[in-house]
């Protein structure tokens, strides 16, 4: 599976931006979706994952309340709705997939598959 994310950009802090994740090369039903982000001079952390069958949400607690992740099977494609953007969210943002077996959402190890990331910018 190859995953593409896209929609970064330039925003103001308080503005939204929507990241997409959209897989080639197989489909994405049957694969755990997270978001990881990764700011300059930093080590990559967990932002959001959704169970394949979209069951289970899981957020940092840095973005809770402000992002929702979610995903549409039939399009082949995840989502990252991020809202009341703040200069600390700039990063890199990558999507990734995990296969079926023991899911830790939280933690890199778990996928198998990455995305190439997408730059989130936000001025204050």
């Known amino acids: 599976v190859q995953l593409q994310a896209s929609g970064g950009g330039l925003v103001q802090a308080g503005g939204s931006l929507r990241l997409s994740c959209a897989a080639s090369?197989?489909?994405?039903?049957?694969?755990?979706m997270g978001w990881f982000r990764q700011a300059p001079g930093k080590e990559r952390e967990f932002v959001a994952a959704?169970?394949?069958?979209?069951?289970?949400?899981y957020y940092s607690d840095s973005v809770e309340d402000r992002f929702t992740i979610s995903r549409d099977n039939a399009e082949n494609t995840a989502y990252l709705q991020m809202n009341s953007l703040k200069p600390e969210d700039t990063a890199v943002y990558y999507c990734?997939?995990?296969?079926?077996?023991?899911?830790?959402?939280?933690?890199?190890?778990?996928?198998?598959?990455w995305g190439q990331g997408t730059l989130v910018t936000v001025s204050s």
């Open positions: 959704i169970t394949w069958r979209s069951r289970t949400t």
């Open positions: 090369g197989g489909t994405i039903s049957s694969y755990h």
């Open positions: 990734a997939a995990a296969g079926p077996g023991s899911y830790y959402a939280r933690q890199t190890e778990t996928y198998d598959y």
